[in-house]
């Protein structure tokens, strides 16, 4: 299978820095600014005539876009219809194994986590690995890296009484306990990503369901017109936001999954 090893940008280049007005000779004297740090995206999206599009993507170093490319480790194995593939060898149009059975990948988002990086606006300070075995024999079957962007499904019989479902999404680094779950900082850069179906479902990833991704029902809340318009041409396979269709689970965090069933 081809990889998308020569559509990743280097990781020395994952982040563009613009140059504050301060820095420029003319306005050296003026009190300096605050500039967003921004990252590079890179994106792979089968288009509605069956073709692939391969982009690079400037844009801010924020949670909103950063959840589209942080999930999932360069070397994470995803369950296709042709056995395990690992992610970066994915290509939009294969056929992975979701919940709800064989479905296409429609998109496929990467980037880089980078060390030290102490932007306040950044969610990729740091990474979550999850130990063989950590809950059960073979789940997962071997150490799983991934990134803020992961949620795996938790299940309570309790949920079903308080939520009507007995089942919801959290984010894996919410579980970090420094025993099964340990919260790292590789000294390197980690090539990271997360991929998009034609509906929002969940992955067994090695032996631990997690969710494909969705950008969350109230995105467009958060989004100005200039910012919505960079979001969505991350996305040629789609032309507006409610074309991401329904969140599949409700997502929430540990803390108030615990304070449910502590109930």
């Known amino acids: 299978m081809t990889s998308l090893r020569h559509n990743i940008s280097p990781a020395a280049a994952a982040y563009s820095m613009p140059v504050p007005a301060d820095r420029v000779p003319s306005l050296e004297n003026q009190p300096r600014r605050n500039v967003a740090l921004m990252r590079k995206y890179e994106a792979a999206a089968l288009l509605p005539d069956l073709t692939i599009s391969f982009k690079s993507h400037v844009a801010p170093a924020t949670p909103l876009f950063e959840e589209t490319s942080s999930a999932f480790a360069r070397g994470t194995l995803i369950p296709t219809v042709r056995g395990p593939v690992a992610i970066e060898d994915l290509l939009p149009g294969d056929y992975v194994e979701t919940a709800g059975g064989a479905e296409p990948v429609m998109w496929i988002g990467?980037?880089?986590?980078?060390?030290?990086?102490?932007?306040?606006?950044?969610?990729?300070?740091?990474?979550?690995?999850?130990?063989?075995?950590?809950?059960?024999?073979?789940?997962?079957?071997?150490?799983?890296?991934?990134?803020?962007?992961?949620?795996?499904?938790?299940?309570?019989?309790?949920?079903?009484?308080?939520?009507?479902?007995?089942?919801?999404?959290?984010?894996?680094?919410?579980?970090?306990?420094?025993?099964?779950?340990?919260?790292?900082?590789?000294?390197?850069?980690?090539?990271?990503?997360?991929?998009?179906?034609?509906?929002?479902?969940?992955?067994?990833?090695?032996?631990?369901?997690?969710?494909?991704?969705?950008?969350?029902?109230?995105?467009?809340?958060?989004?100005?017109?200039?910012?919505?318009a960079l979001f969505l041409s991350m996305f040629p396979n789609i032309s507006q936001l409610e074309d991401f269709g329904q969140v599949s689970m409700t997502r929430t965090s540990r803390d108030v999954i615990d304070n449910l069933i502590d109930c």
């Open 110 to 228: 990467s980037t880089s986590y980078v060390p030290s990086c102490a932007d306040q606006s950044t969610s990729l300070t740091s990474l979550t690995r999850v130990t063989s075995g950590s809950y059960g024999l073979g789940r997962p079957d071997f150490d799983l890296l991934v990134g803020p962007a992961a949620r795996m499904v938790v299940r309570h019989p309790k949920l079903a009484t308080l939520l009507g479902q007995d089942s919801v999404l959290a984010p894996v680094m919410d579980y970090a306990d420094g025993d099964r779950l340990f919260t790292v900082t590789p000294a390197g850069t980690v090539q990271m990503y997360h991929l998009m179906m034609r509906r929002h479902t969940t992955l067994m990833i090695g032996g631990i369901e997690m969710e494909t991704y969705h950008p969350g029902k109230s995105v467009g809340q958060a989004l100005g017109q200039n910012l919505r």
